[in-house]
Nanobody, 121 residues
């Protein structure tokens, strides 16, 4: 089982920045692709940003130009840099990643536990 541990959430004023991290724990892990999702109270979970095995990225229209997804393969960690934050960005943010683990390259897909991001106006 591959665990994804998120960190970096918190309270920030509108216009501020936060960087979320999502670290995969376990031995011989390789993340191929992943994404960040968010869920605001009373709303469905939505995809915010994604990165594929080739490093290509995709963003929700609402965050384009403000958020950047990246990953560090050596650290088995994904990041979401969030700039120019708005009150409407307030939500619980979840990371999702898939790849291989162990010496036999068994596939996995896991979710993080979620981290709260609150943007005050």
């Amino acid at each position: 089982q591959v665990q994804l541990v998120e960190s970096g959430g918190g309270l920030v004023q509108a216009g501020g920045s936060l960087r979320l991290s999502c670290a995969a724990s376990g031995s011989t892990i390789s993340i191929n692709a992943g994404g960040w999702y968010r869920q605001a109270p009373g709303k469905q979970r939505e995809l915010v940003a994604a990165i594929d095995s080739g490093g290509f990225t995709n963003y929700a229209d609402s965050v384009k130009g403000r958020f950047t997804i990246s990953r560090d393969n050596a650290k088995n960690t994904m990041y979401l840099q969030m700039n120019s934050l708005r009150p409407e960005d307030t939500a619980v943010y979840y990371c999702n990643a898939g790849g291989t683990r162990g010496s036999y390259g068994r596939g996995f897909e896991s979710w993080g536990q979620g981290t709260q991001v609150t943007v005050s106006s």
